[in-house]
């Protein structure tokens, strides 16, 4: 039985990278007697020739696969922040706290009130901002 010489124009199976999959191809161009571009049947996309490989169903043949590990969830990131307002909480005085205005100057550690996120602790000053630590998280404030 004689294979039949492929020339441009032919159809032949190829692994399209948009699709994702083994599809139908039109040879578009060849070197030699070497497929070297194809265009999808599907999508039309053309992209260089993938040979179509077949996967091995025998148990014996194929590597068995690992189950997934199920997913960890991760740790939600403001609540390291908010663990640490609760200790700190305590030690906060209400009657000592700042009352925060944009004109104000802060200094680390101490207390602000603020008309919205409620009390809080400085914990870093940089040029025209502070981050304040709050119950539900860290906000960077404007201040002098």
């Given at each position: 039985?004689?294979?039949?010489?492929?020339?441009?124009?032919?159809?032949?199976?190829s692994g399209c990278?948009?699709?994702?999959?083994?599809?139908?191809?039109?040879?578009?161009?060849?070197?030699?007697?070497?497929?070297?571009?194809?265009?999808?049947?599907?999508?039309?996309?053309?992209?260089?020739?993938?040979?179509?490989?077949?996967?091995?169903?025998?148990?014996?043949?194929?590597?068995?696969?690992?189950?997934?590990?199920?997913?960890?969830?991760?740790?939600?990131?403001?609540?390291?922040?908010?663990?640490?307002?609760?200790?700190?909480?305590?030690?906060?005085?209400?009657?000592?706290?700042?009352?925060?205005?944009?004109?104000?100057?802060?200094?680390?550690?101490?207390?602000?009130?603020?008309?919205?996120?409620?009390?809080?602790?400085?914990?870093?000053?940089v040029p025209k901002?502070?981050?304040?630590?709050?119950?539900?998280?860290?906000?960077?404030?404007?201040?002098?």
């Amino acid at each position: 039985m004689s294979k039949k010489k492929l020339t441009a124009g032919d159809i032949i199976e190829s692994g399209c990278t948009r699709c994702r999959t083994v599809m139908n191809h039109t040879i578009v161009a060849m070197v030699g007697e070497k497929v070297v571009r194809v265009q999808c049947n599907t999508c039309n996309g053309i992209h260089n020739y993938k040979p179509a490989v077949e996967k091995k169903t025998s148990a014996g043949s194929a590597a068995p696969r690992k189950p997934a590990a199920p997913r960890k969830s991760r740790k939600d990131p403001g609540a390291a922040d908010r663990e640490e307002w609760e200790s700190l909480f305590p030690e906060m005085k209400n009657e000592q706290a700042i009352a925060y205005e944009m004109t104000g100057k802060y200094r680390i550690k101490d207390l602000v009130e603020h008309p919205v996120f409620g009390i809080g602790i400085v914990k870093s000053v940089v040029p025209k901002k502070v981050e304040v630590l709050f119950q539900e998280g860290k906000k960077l404030l404007r201040c002098q």
